[in-house]
C-alpha cells in the first residue's frame, strides 16, 4: 500500500508539473473567452459524466456540501480550480484530492516555484479542509466518494470548477478528464433543489475492461432495468432504527448510538462517523451537545434523512476529601493535608499551596490557627470547601535564676540555682554551656561577673541575667584624685586607673560602690560605674578656669 502512495503520489506531482507547463500556452490562447466549460448538475440514480470504459463519475448537491462519487479504472484524482481563472496558480489557490484502499487521503495546494515549476515540495494534508472520502477497491476498480464543503471548492458563487485524472498503475499513466487542468472544464452547477441534468458523456483516451464489483453492478443493472422499463420503481430507504442508548450523558460519559437502515445503497451518519453500513452501532463520547444525522440513499437516488439530539450535561466537581491529619497542631509543628477531586479542570488551594492536582497531600505548617480553601472549577462551575487548621501557641518560657551568695570577696564561691518551665533547650554563659531546666552550679568568679540564661520554647525565647559582684579583699573604701586644665566645663571619664585627660591616683575598686565628691559645686557624677562595665568606668563633670583637681570618695556597698 505504501509502494502504491508513492508511486500514485509521484505521478501525481509529475503529470501536474507537466501540465503547468502547458497551460501557460492554454491560459493565454484562453485569455479572453475562457477554458471550454461543460456545466454539470446533480442527479439522480445516474451518473453525471461517463467517460466510456474509463470512469462515471455521480454528483449530489447535499446543501452546504456536495457528495462526488467517482467509480473508475484506476485511482481518480480531483482537481479543483479554486479561484476559476484557468491555470494552476503559483500562489498555491488550487486543490487536489487523492483516496487510497486504506481509506487515507492526500489532499495537496497545487503551487508553482519560482522558475514557474511544480514545487515538489507540495506535502499532503497542509491545507485545513473538512473533506472526507470513502475508498473501496477491488483489482483494477475503484469507487471514491467524497463529500467536500461548497465553501471549500468555491469561496464564491454558485459553482465549482473541476477536472480529473484516473491514473492507470499498470500502465503508469495518467489520463485527463476533460482535458489537462484547467484548459477545459467540468462546472459543477449547486442545486439546492436537486435538479437533474442528462450525463454528460466523456470521450475515453484509452477503453478499460469492466471489473465492477458484483454488487455495483447489480445496483446498476437496477438502474438500467428502471430506465428501459419505467413501470420499475425503487421505493425510497427506510430508516427502521437510528436511536442512543442514552440521549442525554455527562460529559466524559459514554452512550450507543445504534442504526438499521433497508432499501439503501449508501449510509453516513455525520458529524465524523462518515459511510457506514446498512445496520451497526457505534460508542459515542461528544463532549458537548451534538445533533446526529443519518442520511440514507436508495438505489434511484431517493434520499431518506433522520437526526438524533445527543446532550451532553456537566455538573460541577465534587471535593470528595479535603482535610488535615491532624487538625490540631502546636506552632512549630506540621500536620499534612489531603484532598480528592472528581469533575475538575484546575484545583487551588490557598493560602500558601496555589495550583494542584485533582489529588494529593501537602504537609503545612501554619504559624497560627488558618483557614484553607480548596477551589475546584470544572465545564459545570465552580465548588469550594474549607479546612480550619488549629495551631496553639505556647507561653513564652519562665526562668527563675539567683545566686547564693549574691556577692563575693575575691577568692569566695557563690551557687548559681535556676528553675526553667516552657523551654525545651537551655544555656548559661560563661562557663556552663548547655544545661538541663532546673539545676544548681557553684562558681568562683575572679572579678565581678555578669551571667546569662537563654531559654528557648515552642513559645519563642527568654533572657535573663544575673550579676554577681566580686570585691577586692581588705579594702572597703577609698578615694581617687584627679588634676588637670578646667576650661569651663570638661568631661572626664575614668577607666579603672587611668583617665582620659589629665592625671589620675589611685582606682576604681571594680565592685559595687557609693561616689562622693569632696566638691559637688565644681564636680558632679555624670555617670557611675555599673555592671556593665564591671564597675570601673566613672563619667565626671568638671566645672573651672585653669589648673583644676577633684578628689572623689568611694565606698563599698
Known sequence: MLALKIIALGVLVLTVGVVIHELGSNRKANKTSGPDIFDINPTVGKPAIEAQGAMNVYFSDLGSQVEIRINAHGMPILYVDVNKDGA?????????YAGFPDGSTCIQRLRL?????????????????????????????????????????????????????????????????????????????????GAVSPPIRASSPSPVPSTTPVGEQRAI????????NPSVRFDPPVITTFQAEKDSIERGSTTVLRWSVTGATNVKIGPNLGILPAQGERTLSPTETTQYTLIAQGHAGQVTTRQLTLRVTSSPPSISSFLAEPASINKGSSTLLRWSVAGAATVRIEPGLGESQVQGERPVSPEQTTLYTLTAEGPGGRTSKQ??????????????????????IQGQSTTL??????????????????ATTSGSRSVKP??????????EGPGGSMTRELTVPVSAPGRTS?????????????????????????????????????????????????????PRNNYERLVLRVTGNGPTKVVIKWSLQ
Open 387 to 408: 479546612l480550619t487548621i488549629n495551631v496553639a501557641v505556647p507561653p513564652s518560657p519562665s526562668i527563675n535564676f539567683d545566686a547564693e551568695p549574691s556577692s563575693l
Open 417 to 434: 540555682r535556676w528553675k526553667v518551665s516552657g523551654a525545651s533547650r537551655i544555656s548559661i554563659e560563661p562557663d556552663i554551656g548547655t
Open 446 to 455: 575572679s572579678h565581678t561577673t555578669i551571667y546569662t540564661l537563654v531559654a
Open 221 to 228: 443493472d437496477e438502474r438500467l432495468a428502471e430506465d428501459k
Open 478 to 530: 577609698g578615694q581617687i584624685i584627679w588634676t588637670g586644665n578646667v576650661s569651663g566645663v570638661q568631661l572626664v571619664t575614668i577607666d579603672k586607673d587611668h583617665a582620659d585627660v589629665g592625671e589620675l591616683q589611685g582606682a576604681l575598686p571594680g565592685l559595687p560602690c557609693i561616689i562622693q565628691p569632696s566638691n559637688e559645686k565644681k564636680v558632679s557624677v555624670a555617670s557611675t560605674p555599673g
Open 113 to 193: 516555484n519560482s522558475e514557474g515549476k511544480l514545487d515538489q515540495s507540495a506535502a499532503c494534508g497542509n491545507i485545513a479542509n473538512s473533506a472526507t472520502a470513502h475508498v473501496r477497491r477491488s483489482q483494477d476498480s475503484w469507487d471514491v466518494t467524497w463529500i467536500i464543503p461548497k465553501q471549500e471548492l468555491s469561496p464564491k458563487g454558485d459553482n465549482a470548477h473541476i477536472a480529473f485524472q484516473i491514473f492507470n498503475e499498470n500502465e503508469q499513466r495518467g489520463d485527463y478528464y476533460p482535458d489537462a487542468p484547467f484548459s477545459k472544464i467540468y462546472r459543477l452547477r449547486f442545486s439546492p433543489t
Open 88 to 96: 494552476v496558480d503559483a500562489n498555491g489557490a488550487d486543490l487536489s
